[in-house]
Nanobody, 124 residues
Framework: VQLQASGGGLVQAGGSLRLSCAAS????????VGWFRQPPGKEREFVAG????????DYADSVKGRFTISRDNAKNTVHLQMNSLKPEDTAEYYC??????????????????WGQGTLVTVSS
């Protein structure tokens, strides 16, 4: 499975961005897709995840109510709509795919395939 993330950029606080993650290759193996981020000088953290074939989603508390994850199975694409952005949302954002599910919430899946990052910068 290959993943291509896009949509990052520079935005003012309070603004919006939409990230996209296009999957290719053995997409029939997908169980879930997640977004993670790594702020400068900090550890990578889970942001949001979505079940590839079902209704389940999962969000980090820090983005709940502001970010929305969605998928377009026909285009093998997952989007992350980010609204009301804050300077603390500044980070490299990565999408990841899980093909080997475990009986845990989406945020704890193995996410064994990763795309390159896309940089989101939120100015104050």
């Amino acid at each position: 499975v290959q993943l291509q993330a896009s949509g990052g950029g520079l935005v003012q606080a309070g603004g919006s961005l939409r990230l996209s993650c296009a999957a290719s290759g053995r997409t029939f193996m997908l169980y879930a897709v997640g977004w993670f981020r790594q702020p400068p000088g900090k550890e990578r953290e889970f942001v949001a995840g979505i079940d590839w074939s079902g209704p389940s989603t999962d969000y980090a508390d820090s983005v709940k109510g502001r970010f929305t994850i969605s998928r377009d199975n026909a285009k093998n694409t997952v989007h992350l709509q980010m609204n009301s952005l804050k300077p603390e949302d500044t980070a490299e954002y990565y999408c990841a795919a899980d093909t080997d599910p475990v009986n845990q919430p989406l945020r704890y899946q193995r996410f064994d395939y990763w795309g390159q990052g896309t940089l989101v910068t939120v100015s104050s």
